[in-house]
């Protein structure tokens, strides 16, 4: 797209009313643009209107209709989730109109250089953790996108004395045409939105756009243990930075000695067995107050290795502020964005060691009755559930289930065979993962059914889960799918959660 200040004077159709689609429009709207704003929810359903019609924005809500876009529309900027069927989209892509969602527009817009990160799994704690970080090394961060403020928003504040870091999904990405991160982040791709994007080929495309515009001024960090990760960095023409767990690397972050590389099926405990970081001081969530066996593993560090070969330590993985093997992989790949940018090594062993939970990613929520309760609602895929078991210790009863998106979730076969006591199924896949179960040969699998309920089924599913547990183990919700068949989004589902454990 151009820059927005050449749409003076031309008409342009934001599609949602959502946070985003409400700054793109006011943005817009300020820079002389004829605005349209559409959404198919009805206007009782849109509180946001009023405000944007206050300002002169025209506001269509309770469907789209057909003349929307038309000959004289030059840009559409649609809500990230609305897909490229919807009927407006279809028609700005039929009639030749650039559709975009707002990261392209805060691309144009900011004077900061920007730290892009997406994945499938980690990059709310990630992206939190670079602020911390940033913030920590005095290079003045702002953290926005897909983490909750709007990027168009952050990006009109930003002057050249801060450094942007943006969250980014799969679907503000797909919606980009020339957006150049000067660091740009990939933590790992796991299958997940097939619904939305219609293959892996689609998704992993759309990830891959974090790194299309980069020059070789520019860094691209990526994992060097995920193959998706390492088959797109053979392409790039950015200067690389890796991070790995389990492998000492000519010049990136990593774990000295390295982890061993996780086999296909799940050991019992293999995840919090050898990961030093779970048997440390209390409050962790290895125990929420316990503390794990000691075990005769090395001590391991999280080294940098910079170009010229140095070596500089920057912690032990021990002291990390949160837990997990893939919190280790968090921390890497933070470090490596904020060395990418310019912190200085030794800015970051503090941020790295006070670090805490983000709220709704393996969260400890309460004990009682010696059960330890875990708020995982963020983990929306097999592959973040799978992470969360491995970062706790002792018998787990696992609450999951949520919007079926076609999978069959044996992926999950391995994890309900060696690490759960128990299982609580909800929502629109209990029975797929309750099949699954059945073939793990677990006998203490509870379904809960409260029809459209949220309320009411969230709590019954805490107490069916707390009916299974004994003192010493952990209640985990991680449902290992979205939210969106009961549940208005994963933070609404994880509040509800907190609520029934604190009413036991």
């Given at each position: 797209?151009?820059?927005?200040?050449?749409?003076?004077?031309?008409?342009?159709?934001?599609?949602?009313?959502?946070?985003?689609?409400?700054?793109?429009?006011?943005?817009?709207?300020?820079?002389?643009?004829?605005?349209?704003?559409?959404?198919?929810?009805?206007?009782?359903?849109?509180?946001?209107?009023?405000?944007?019609?206050?300002?002169?924005?025209?506001?269509?809500?309770?469907?789209?209709?057909?003349?929307?876009?038309?000959?004289?529309?030059?840009?559409?900027?649609?809500?990230?989730?609305?897909?490229?069927?919807?009927?407006?989209?279809?028609?700005?892509?039929?009639?030749?109109?650039?559709?975009?969602?707002?990261?392209?527009?805060?691309?144009?817009?900011?004077?900061?250089?920007?730290?892009?990160?997406?994945?499938?799994?980690?990059?709310?704690?990630?992206?939190?953790?670079?602020?911390?970080?940033?913030?920590?090394?005095?290079?003045?961060?702002?953290?926005?996108?897909?983490?909750?403020?709007?990027?168009?928003?952050?990006?009109?504040?930003?002057?050249?004395?801060?450094?942007l870091v943006a969250e980014l999904s799969s679907f503000q990405l797909k919606g980009t045409?020339?957006?150049?991160?000067?660091?740009?982040?990939?933590?790992?791709?796991?299958?997940?939105?097939?619904?939305?994007?219609?293959?892996?080929?689609?998704?992993?495309?759309?990830?891959?756009?974090?790194?299309?515009?980069?020059?070789?001024?520019?860094?691209?960090?990526?994992?060097?243990?995920?193959?998706?990760?390492?088959?797109?960095?053979?392409?790039?023409?950015?200067?690389?930075?890796?991070?790995?767990?389990?492998?000492?690397?000519?010049?990136?972050?990593?774990?000295?000695?390295?982890?061993?590389?996780?086999?296909?099926?799940?050991?019992?405990?293999?995840?919090?067995?050898?990961?030093?970081?779970?048997?440390?001081?209390?409050?962790?969530?290895?125990?929420?107050?316990?503390?794990?066996?000691a075990t005769d593993e090395p001590e391991r560090r999280i080294v940098y290795r910079d170009?010229?070969?140095?070596?500089?330590?920057?912690?032990?993985?021990?002291?990390?502020?949160?837990?997990?093997?893939?919190?280790?992989?968090?921390?890497?790949?933070?470090?490596?964005?904020?060395?990418?940018?310019?912190?200085?090594?030794?800015?970051?062993?503090?941020?790295?060691?006070?670090?805490?939970?983000?709220?709704?990613?393996?969260?400890?929520?309460?004990?009682?009755?010696?059960?330890?309760?875990?708020?995982?609602?963020?983990?929306?895929?097999?592959?973040?559930?799978?992470?969360?078991?491995?970062?706790?210790?002792?018998?787990?009863?696992?609450?999951?289930?949520?919007?079926?998106?076609?999978?069959?979730?044996?992926?999950?076969?391995?994890?309900?065979?060696?690490?759960?006591?128990?299982?609580?199924?909800?929502?629109?896949?209990?029975?797929?993962?309750?099949?699954?179960?059945?073939?793990?040969?677990?006998?203490?699998?509870?379904?809960?059914?409260?029809?459209?309920?949220?309320?009411?089924?969230?709590?019954?599913?805490?107490?069916?889960?707390?009916?299974?547990?004994?003192?010493?183990?952990?209640?985990?919700?991680?449902?290992?799918?979205?939210?969106?068949?009961?549940?208005?989004?994963?933070?609404?589902?994880?509040?509800?959660?907190?609520?029934?454990?604190?009413?036991?």
């Amino acid at each position: 797209m151009e820059h927005p200040t050449l749409y003076r004077g031309r008409k342009i159709v934001v599609l949602g009313l959502a946070r985003s689609g409400v700054a793109v429009a006011k943005l817009f709207h300020r820079l002389g643009a004829e605005v349209v704003v559409n959404d198919r929810k009805s206007r009782e359903e849109s509180p946001e209107a009023a405000e944007l019609e206050q300002l002169g924005v025209e506001v269509i809500c309770g469907g789209h209709p057909q003349n929307l876009v038309g000959s004289t529309t030059s840009l559409l900027v649609k809500n990230p989730g609305i897909p490229y069927s919807a009927p407006p989209v279809a028609a700005a892509l039929a009639l030749g109109v650039e559709v975009v969602t707002e990261v392209e527009v805060a691309g144009h817009l900011s004077a900061a250089p920007i730290i892009g990160i997406t994945g499938s799994n980690g990059k709310t704690t990630t992206t939190t953790w670079i602020g911390e970080m940033l913030g920590a090394a005095g290079l003045k961060p702002i953290v926005a996108g897909n983490i909750g403020r709007p990027l168009c928003e952050a990006a009109e504040e930003a002057s050249a004395d801060n450094i942007l870091v943006a969250e980014l999904s799969s679907f503000q990405l797909k919606g980009t045409s020339s957006f150049r991160p000067r660091v740009a982040l990939l933590l790992n791709v796991a299958e997940t939105h097939l619904d939305y994007h219609g293959s892996m080929e689609d998704y992993v495309a759309s990830k891959a756009k974090l790194f299309d515009h980069q020059t070789e001024e520019d860094t691209a960090v990526l994992n060097a243990d995920d193959p998706f990760c390492v088959g797109i960095a053979a392409k790039l023409r950015s200067r690389k930075l890796p991070f790995s767990l389990t492998q000492r690397l000519d010049s990136g972050v990593f774990i000295d000695p390295p982890y061993a590389p996780l086999g296909g099926e799940l050991d019992a405990g293999a995840t919090a067995s050898t990961d030093a970081n779970t048997e440390r001081r209390d409050g962790a969530a290895g125990g929420g107050g316990q503390q794990g066996a000691a075990t005769d593993e090395p001590e391991r560090r999280i080294v940098y290795r910079d170009a010229s070969g140095e070596e500089h330590i920057l912690l032990p993985v021990a002291e990390l502020g949160i837990p997990g093997r893939h919190n280790a992989a968090n921390a890497l790949a933070a470090a490596a964005a904020c060395l990418a940018i310019g912190a200085e090594p030794e800015a970051l062993a503090a941020p790295l060691r006070e670090f805490n939970a983000v709220e709704h990613r393996l969260e400890f929520v309460r004990e009682a009755g010696g059960v330890r309760y875990y708020n995982d609602s963020k983990a929306t895929n097999p592959t973040a559930t799978t992470m969360a078991v491995g970062s706790l210790q002792g018998p787990i009863v696992l609450i999951a289930g949520g919007l079926d998106r076609g999978s069959d979730y044996m992926e999950l076969l391995p994890l309900f065979k060696s690490r759960l006591k128990g299982l609580v199924l909800l929502g629109q896949t209990r029975h797929k993962l309750a099949h699954v179960a059945e073939l793990a040969g677990m006998s203490a699998v509870r379904i809960v059914d409260a029809g459209d309920d949220a309320e009411s089924t969230i709590s019954a599913a805490v107490r069916e889960a707390a009916a299974l547990a004994a003192p010493g183990d952990a209640v985990l919700l991680s449902p290992a799918c979205a939210s969106w068949d009961m549940f208005p989004s994963y933070e609404v589902r994880g509040c509800m959660f907190k609520d029934s454990a604190h009413t036991l």
